[in-house]
């Protein structure tokens, strides 16, 4: 019994000397090192891996070393089986994680009641990589008062700050909200042009959802804020599904104390989920699908009632996994979602004649191909199609370009009342039709190599990928209408006759990447991404490239350490440079090509209506491209620690900084506005510093928790988070004029996303068989914000005083979750649940009104400007403070009002 203790408080510490293990985007392995009784490691063992996620089994056999392993495996629950003759045998259950190893070291012969029992959960702590990762699975998510869609799950990421607002893949992870990345399967569904999130999935559909927040490696890309990734479930030899149905309507919702005015949007979603073998223990099925169906009636806003709108989405799901034999795997999948919105695009100071009706749908296609070669060597190959297709149609139909007529000034476009901020008329665009597509194509591979005490887990990969924006505008009346020039003139903007534009791109990605062990307790990560991307525009059969960044503009070296630091006890000191290079976004193809789609800007007396003029606006014509270009980088520095704390704690701590210099922006050639020229900004800098503490604990005794803490800095004078949705990210109106140049006084300060102190906790207590309860606290920072006035294009951009100098309200917001599940039979599981989000009803002001004064904008200076000096020309720029704004101050948008949710579910 003795030598049996000896072995089990002993093999943490044999398994070091395991070989490093694969892991992919989507899957997770399984390693370990299987003794005898009497502690010498076994060769030749065979180990059988069988599992639900698993047509048929894997098997393997121990090398010299007795280690053996299981590389690219889908999340889910395993049984290894382990035997010798003459050794004899040994089960095991275990858990596989996304991107984790689990490593599991077997003793032949020992039964777990003769010994401390081995955990065949992925382990607390990571200890042979940097990368800082996050996993949430179905289990967790299902009971967890979270919106239950891929954007509701960024809730759950340490230091994100997400308002739960409802604007979909639009949330900062330490850079521009338009940084990240986002995943399904391992494959790309992020928007081709301007990085949000393209497009949902069913609540059924997720296994498991990965989040990496910080030190991303050279094999999963260039993201300079984070990396989620979505895992779908996959059939078994079982049929399994569901069905549910949530009721969200808008009687159950709290008003809004600020408007005393209830939701009146109706929400209702069934949905379902079926999976099962085809051909068992080779090839399964599994498909959802679901309608979200919203009807909002009885609205009313400032200017008085609103006609009804209606918005249905429907969404379709199919995947097949096959598995002909041990040595390959095929994963399949096909998501379709459209919808179609009536009466959409009304604010709280719209007219109802400015709506539109809006219909698009998103398609994903996904392929996956494995291919073992013994325990050493594998490939990979994956291929994704993503679609998303949508346009907006103007309900009013104004003509293009009607007399112009004072009389009828709401009849001419899209018009803003100077006095009231108030919009009537019509949709600035008759149609506004904006296609994507991406075709991506990734294959790795990798291999071990033992070298003495050394081993190298040796990575390779490369990537191709081609994306399409096809783009058409029609202007609706003159477009936009302002008054300007301090009352003098009426200021159009709209979009002339013009071919659709065709804006294309393609990257070209290799990595390589060694993850070497040395000696049992040191752990170096070392990679190396070369990227070349190629900017284009389609002219009939013509693909012109304008624009390439080639592999040696983007050398990204990324190089990190891990040290276990008390042997033996699973934790470890960490620290990694990386640097990332922000190509991803391709809003570049549209936004510098030759022959761009541009808008007119026609002027008007005030006084009699006569056409002043009509001409090309500078700054939407075709730009001149500088000789010397050079691609936006981050650099980025970690330092952390990780540790277990008892059997089902963990705790993980560490600083990120993160530096961002090179921005590109389109800018005049000539002040203070003219043609333009696209360059590097040499006084443009974001920094961000931020300090994450994580306390976790895993389901146990029937509750889990999590705790994380944030103290963060984002700074700097080039904010691209300048609007509310996304903005070119090298084309944006940063920089066209004055009033937005980086160099002016004020520009530098607090950035919007910047949350100095972010601190969430969730959990969930199992109170019975049949009751559970979740529930979620966040408290955060409320959002910077400053006084401004008109800008040379007539936006409130102009800063009065230093960006950030004021601060909304810290705002604190409770979620709750209460679940009945009642088995009936042997396999019919129903569940009740009810979710009130934002249980006590704290409607925190998120935004407040900046504007300091109503005078529309003027483009006449006072003469101090100095050539060559952008910052000047803003200083120099009059400004008219005669029409102060009473409401200075005042709360434009709040936290969302108390809601309850309820939700019927069926599982067999």
Known sequence: MAIKRWLASTLAVLSCLAPSIVRAADTGSISGVVFDQGGQLVEGATVRLTGAPLPGERVATTDSNGAYRFPLLLPGSYVLEVSKQAAGTAKRAVTVQVDVDTQVDIVLGLNLDETIEVSAAAPVVD????????????QLIKELPLQRTYAGLFQLIPGVAENNAGTAGLVSGGASRQDNTYLIDGVNITNPGFGYLSTEVNEFDIAEFNVKRGAISAEFGRSSGFVTNAVTRSGTNQFRGGARFEAIPAAWNAKNEATNIRSTTDRWIPSYALGGPILENKLFFYTSGQQITSSTSGRVNNLGPVPDSESTTREFFGKLTFAPVQSQFFNVGYRVRPSETAFAGVGVNDSPEVATDSEGTNRVATATWNVFFGQRNYIEAKYLRLDEEGEAVARTDLGYRPA??????????????????????????????????????????????NLGRTSHDIRGGFMYEDTLEDLTRIANGWGQ???????????????????????????????????????????????MLFNKDEFAQQIGDTRNTFLTFDYGDQLQPRIGLNYNIRKGKGDKVYGNYGRYYGSDQKSSARAHAPLRLVQNTPFFDAATGALISDTTSPNTTGRVILPGLQPTYTDEWLAGYATPLGGNWGLDVFYLDRTARDFIEDQPSVLPASTFVVDNLTNAQRDYRALTVELTRRMANRWSTTISYAWSELEGNFDLDYAAGAVFNTSSILQDGPGVFVEDDFRYGKLGEDRPHVLKLFGTYQITDAFSLGGYVRAQSGTPWERRV?????????????????????????????????????????????????????????SRDNRAFLDPRTRQFNGSQVAGDPASYTRALIINTNQPNPLLGSATSYAPPRRLLLMARVDF
């Not at 200890?127 to 179905?138: H, K």
């Not at 020039?485 to 990447?513: D, H, M, V």
């Not at 307790?521 to 990679?527: F, M, Q, S, W």
Request: glycine share 8%; aromatic share 14%.
């Open 127 to 138: 200890l042979r990589t940097t990368e800082v990762n996050f996993n949430y699975d179905a």
């Open 404 to 449: 112009f007529s004072l009389a009828n000034i709401r009849q001419m476009g899209y018009f803003v009342d100077p006095a009231t901020g108030f919009r009537y008329g019509g949709a600035a665009l008759l149609l506004n039709r904006q296609n994507y597509a991406r075709n991506e194509v990734r294959v790795n591979s990798g291999t071990l190599v």
């Open 481 to 527: 209408i302002t008054l300007v020039e301090a009352g003098r003139r009426y200021q159009g903007q709209y979009y002339p006759t013009q071919n659709p534009q065709l804006s294309k791109s393609r990257t070209y990605s290799f990595f390589i990447q060694d993850n070497i062990q040395i000696g049992s307790r040191l752990v170096i990560n070392a990679g």
């Open 790 to 846: 008109q800008d040379w294009y007539s936006g409130y951009r102009l800063l009065l005083e230093p960006l950030g100098t004021n601060r909304n309200d810290f705002w604190t917001n409770v979620d709750l979750l209460a679940a009945y599940n009642l088995r009936i039979g042997g396999r019919f599981v129903t569940r009740l649940e009810a979710r009130v989000l934002n249980l006590f009803n704290e409607q925190t002001a998120l």
